[in-house]
């Protein structure tokens, strides 16, 4: 059973770019969830994706986006970064709602988001 | 407002000593708990669960939670504590309507 994995670890941006982070989740989960840990604080949802379309989102602004493929993979996407967008991203997956263990979180090791 | 609070944000604890971590939260009705460690640099590791019956719950690494619905506390506690387990500690909780939230964690320092 393969565990969920983030690209990339680690990346530097400026403000105003644009990123793309990609994650892979654990085989036989179909959903997954995109969180933001700033230094010193815990993960806050941002979003969740299921069966290709967001389902939940949490209280970040329309310039954080994602996608979910057909394989179950997801992207976060960020545009127009600011400072305070410098975080660690993690990623995290599950079985599909209703399931048995549907509200256990699979994490990956996260991409760290550095914004000057 | 619905809230997870850890009321300590840094712990102390020799090794070999107990542990406990607080987790307090406000919701409605009794939400599905959980507690997670995250090591510096990875992600989070489920350590155990609560969603119903016994109150009290096994995981891994020795570590056990209980759950008390008077105190609208789940808290974490290992008897013997090892150098491995200095880590960061996050209490979760998941509601019934789908809305999850992590409390703000509780770094612990194991000493020799």
């Known amino acids: 059973e393969t565990g969920v994995t983030q690209s990339p670890t680690h990346l530097i941006k400026t403000r105003g770019q644009q990123v793309t982070l990609r994650c892979s989740s654990q085989s036989g989960h179909n959903t997954v969830s995109w969180y933001q840990q700033a230094l010193g604080q815990g993960p806050q949802f941002i979003f969740q994706y299921y069966r290709e379309e967001e389902n939940g989102r949490g209280n970040f602004p329309p310039r954080f986006s994602g996608l979910q493929f057909p394989n179950y993979s997801s992207e976060l996407n960020v545009n127009a970064l600011e400072l305070d967008d410098s975080a660690l991203y993690l990623c995290?997956?599950?079985?599909?709602?209703?399931?048995?263990?549907?509200?256990?979180?699979?994490f990956g090791a996260g991409s760290r988001l550095t914004v000057l | 407002a619905q809230s997870v609070t850890q009321p300590d944000i840094h712990i102390t604890v020799s090794e070999g000593a107990s542990l406990e971590l607080r987790c307090n939260y406000s919701y409605g009705a009794t939400p599905y708990l959980f507690w997670y460690v995250q090591s510096p640099g990875q992600g989070l590791q489920l350590l155990l669960k609560?969603?119903?019956?016994?109150?009290l719950v096994q995981g891994i690494k020795g570590f056990e939670a209980e759950f008390k619905r008077s105190q609208s506390s789940f808290n974490l506690r290992k008897p013997s504590v090892h150098w491995s387990d200095a880590a960061e500690y996050f209490c979760e909780v998941y509601d019934s309507w789908g809305k999850l939230q992590f409390g703000a964690g509780t770094q612990v320092v194991v000493t020799p």
């Open positions: 609560y969603f119903s019956g016994d109150t």
């Open positions: 995290a997956s599950s079985r599909e709602v209703g399931q048995s263990g549907a509200n256990v979180l699979t």
